[in-house]
């Protein structure tokens, strides 16, 4: 190679604001220090045992060792339709309305990659998720960002970003339930959001990959509201829901034509999941909800330990709604250090890492995201940590 400049597409790409944490943590481990890790959000909880006999069932079948198809095979299609009408009501044609995808993630940034075209304004929360907006910077879009710290406050900053941008919006995304911030909308939301699509045609990108960690009224989904598949598509992962993050299974769902273009771009890039994972999707779905319900109550019983310990260790904490996150303010005499300090701070003198704020937007600074992804003891430990900080 002859020269040393950054490659275009890496340059687009802000610094990584977790590298700098996850340094440390790596750190402080190799010197032995056990940290209590609620930084990633990475479920701990197996994945249910049916399911796992099913994977290896079905890979002991010599065929199914072979290339898959891009849009994911019709019996995991079909299973995702009937998710669908058994959970919010909605009737989706598996062979156009839907594509089995590498976990919501893929989904996501391959949606961006098929409607995106360079200079593409896209409307995105600020906090959100990482690929919510780096997705479409990948893809040359341009991200204006949209203030998010509560659903009211980013429905209005959609219908003023719209009002301002001199070039008109190509997508807005939504995610509720949220990450990090773990709020909540009703159908209310989605009415309001589909019908400025509608008036400014617009395509919405919802991400309902918390639709099953709730404990509170079930989260709807967007697919809902009449009409929303006129300028909807919805992704949503088994990642949470059966404890299946390392599988990578997922689906993106709603209008037809979007959904084609996925499947287009998809099938230049990849053959789909393997098959045995894909037939272990199947059984997931289509299976007893008693392990969802074990999964969403193990997620209920830490929010509530690391709640009330926390509290007590001198951090008051909102109680969320749904996800497998508290978005927590900084501490008011702490405040100033921001949250990468913050964090760094929390690993060095109490063993405790989390995610800072600032890693997912500017907006985001004032909080870290703690997962709750350890046990209620590591999680009563922590607390303990804390309060010798706090105090």
Known sequence: MTSKEEFYRIKQLPPYVFEEVNALKSSLRGQGRDIIDLGMGNPDMPTPSHIVDKLVETARNPKAHRYSVSRGIIGL???????????????????????????????????????????????????????????????????????????????????????????KPRAAVLNYPSNPTAQTVGLDFYREAVALAKRHDLIILSDLAYSEIYFGDPPPSILQVEGAKDVAVEVNSLSKTYAMAGWRIGMAVGNARLINALARVKSYLDYGAYTPIQVAAVAALDGPAACVEEIRATYRGRRDVLIEHFGKAGWAIPTPDASMFAWAPIPERFRAMGSVAFAKMLMEEADVAVAPGLGFGEHGDGHVRIGFVENQQRIRQAARNLKKVFS
């Open 77 to 167: 299609r079909r299973a995702m339709a009937r998710y669908y009408e058994r959970r919010f009501g909605v009737a989706l044609a598996p062979e156009t309305e839907i594509v089995a995808t590498l976990g919501s993630k893929e989904g996501f940034a391959n949606l961006a990659q098929a409607i995106t075209a360079p200079g593409d304004v896209i409307l995105s929360p600020n906090p959100a998720y990482p690929i919510h907006a780096y997705g479409f910077i990948i893809a040359g879009g341009v991200i204006a960002p949209v203030p998010a710290d509560d659903p009211e406050t980013y429905l209005a900053g959609l219908h003023d970003a719209i009002s301002v941008s001199h070039v």
